[in-house]
């Protein structure tokens, strides 16, 4: 009997001295084993460390550029269907991000908006479009959208700041168009924006030539068969493209006393299957100049 309580009592104490002795070990093995993986931060090499970062990076990149492409996507597929609205809406959250292809489509949206909106409310929206490209030609200066949509804004600013304005702008405009076509050989579009150019400066009323002549030393200078070039180059680059290039070959045909080709382009520009109020709008000139001839 006393040996057995002898026996109890000597495993008890075995059990309690393990039980010291792990509560002592174990923080010293955590320790230990914390140190190890220090160590091995430590003697990582940079290159390694760089890579993991590169790569986090990289990856945060791409998610950018991915958001990005969704965006200017979505903005060109709300155009399409002619809502002006909604891209403001999308891209003006964005506009502070320096993306030129963001900007160049937020002052496209805007300069649209600007044609249904009332006079004060176009003034506005003009000249904010206009400071977004300004903006976009300061961070990438060889962009044929920024170009192009510079000179159409320009030209809207400069109508609202009255003749003498839109006489000064007229070779910054024409600059623009220029810079364009060359960034974008053949573009459709500005080679029709560079036939109106033409058009209007030989098309210019006495009294505005003579603004003109004070306002320049050589005063902007063109023909309407400069104009004809462009505008018959337009159709050439795309058949069809735009009712009011039908619509300007034929009034600088009429212009040149080529009735029979005017005639024939005016009643395309009449016959044009109309979009929009832009094409419909087109669609009567046409047909009030033909009943006058």
């Known amino acids: 009997m006393l040996l057995q309580r002898l026996y109890r009592f000597t495993n008890f104490n075995r059990i309690l001295q393990r039980s010291l002795l792990y509560k002592n070990f174990h923080p010293a093995c955590k320790k230990k084993i914390n140190m190890q993986v220090i160590r091995k931060l430590t003697v990582m090499s940079p290159f390694t460390v760089m890579g993991l ?42 506009k502070d991000n320096k993306d030129v292809e963001i900007l160049w489509r937020l002052s496209r949206a805007v300069y649209k908006m600007s044609e249904m909106a009332s006079d ?37 600013k400069s109508i609202l700041e009255g003749t003498k304005a839109q006489i000064k702008e007229s070779y910054n405009i024409k600059n623009h168009m220029q810079r364009a076509l060359d960034l974008k050989p053949g573009d459709a579009m500005v080679l029709y924006m560079l036939g109106c150019w033409c058009y209007e400066v030989s098309n210019l009323a006495w009294y505005q030539r003579k603004i003109a002549s004070v306002v320049f030393t050589e005063p902007p200078i063109s023909s309407f068969e400069e104009a004809l070039m462009y505008h018959e180059n337009a159709e050439k680059a795309d058949p069809n493209f735009y009712s009011r290039n ?13 009735k029979e080709d005017a005639i024939k382009y005016l009643k395309k520009a009449a016959e044009f299957p109309a979009k929009d109020d832009e094409d419909q709008k087109t669609k009567q000139e046409a047909q009030k100049i033909l009943s006058s001839i």
């Open 120 to 156: 004060v409310e176009a003034k506005k929206l003009i000249y904010e479009g206009y400071d977004l490209l300004c903006t976009a030609l300061e961070i990438q200066e060889d962009h044929y959208a920024v170009h192009k949509w510079m000179s159409i804004l320009l030209n809207s």
């Open 246 to 258: 039908l619509l300007m070959l034929g009034k600088t045909y009429l212009k040149l006393n080529r």
């Open 53 to 94: 970062w590169g790569m986090v990076k990289s990856n945060n990149e791409d998610q950018t550029q991915i958001t990005t492409k969704e965006l200017i996507a979505k903005a060109d597929a709300l155009f399409d269907r002619g809502d002006y609205k909604s891209i403001y809406n999308l891209l003006s959250n964005y």
